[in-house]
């Protein structure tokens, strides 16, 4: 059981340093692996507040190549240098916002797995797509590419967000998102994380699902009581699931 949150274009370092060692202080990650994706620049203060914690600590992205001209990109030598664990790998906002294909996707995937990264890539079908009958066929194109350049590793996580649900609210319904997980693990059985508008609320009832592994989460990630809230919902799902 995996609870990780993405912070997106929020806090800055000397708000990620306290939000650290605040989480350290508020959860027992005892049963659940607990992690937090700064921004890069407030990763080397996360770091510094979660030190004597089991608190993961990831990035957002990680490019492919070592070095090179790729202006705005850091490699997985970089972070691992910071003393980064891991990245999140096409979240739907790199894909849709920035550009990211799941060629690109895959070649981060595999150049972060390689040089010894856990990797969150992120896969999940929009609003039209669901609505259109193509969640199979989306899911195991981008679930594919991944399985593809490098098969179940054991340093490999998907999260399944769809992204009608991300942001908005709307939450997956529990039977959705176990379909959705059920559907991803036959073709890549790796531990899957559900994403999209997470919240102390809902959360027990999805990570209780029988392939919900985890969750992603957004906005409720944001303030250390709702965060860790989740964590203890992550704890529940795990204990009851033995
Ligand atoms: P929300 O939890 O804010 O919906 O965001 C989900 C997400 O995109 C996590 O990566």
Redesign the pocket.
């Known amino acids: 059981m995996l609870i990780a949150g ?1 912070w ?1 274009l929020f806090k800055g370092p000397g708000e990620a340093g306290s939000f650290a060692r605040a989480l350290a202080g508020a959860v027992d990650t005892a049963g659940v692996e607990v992690a937090i994706c700064p921004p890069y620049v407030s990763l080397a203060a996360a770091l510094e507040g979660t030190t004597g914690s089991d608190i993961q600590v990831l990035a957002q992205s990680v490019h492919w190549a070592e070095t090179g001209a790729f202006t705005g990109e850091v490699s997985a030598a970089m972070l691992k240098e910071v003393g980064v664990a891991g990245a ?1 790998v096409g ?3 790199r894909r849709q916002l920035f550009g990211e294909t799941d060629e690109t996707v895959a070649r981060r995937v595999e150049a972060g797995l390689a040089a010894g990264l856990r990797i969150i890539a ?1 896969v999940g079908e929009t609003l039209a797509e669901r609505d259109g009958g193509q969640v199979e066929e989306v899911l195991r194109r981008q679930v594919g590419a991944v399985a593809a350049a490098v098969g179940a590793h054991a340093q490999l996580v998907i ?1 399944y ?1 769809p992204i009608w ?5 709307r939450t997956a319904a529990p039977e959705q998102a176990q379909e959705a997980h059920a559907l991803i693990r036959a073709v890549l059985d790796v531990p899957i994380l559900y ?5 102390a609320e809902n959360a027990l009832v999805l990570l209780s699902q029988p392939d919900v592994d985890g969750a ?6 944001l303030e250390v009581d709702s965060f860790a809230a989740i964590v203890e919902a992550g704890r529940a799902a795990a204990a009851t699931k033995g």
């Open positions: 993405n997106k999140i979240h739907s906002e992120c999260a967000e649900a991300i942001g908005t609210g994403g999209g508008s997470v919240k992603l989460v957004g906005g409720a990630a």
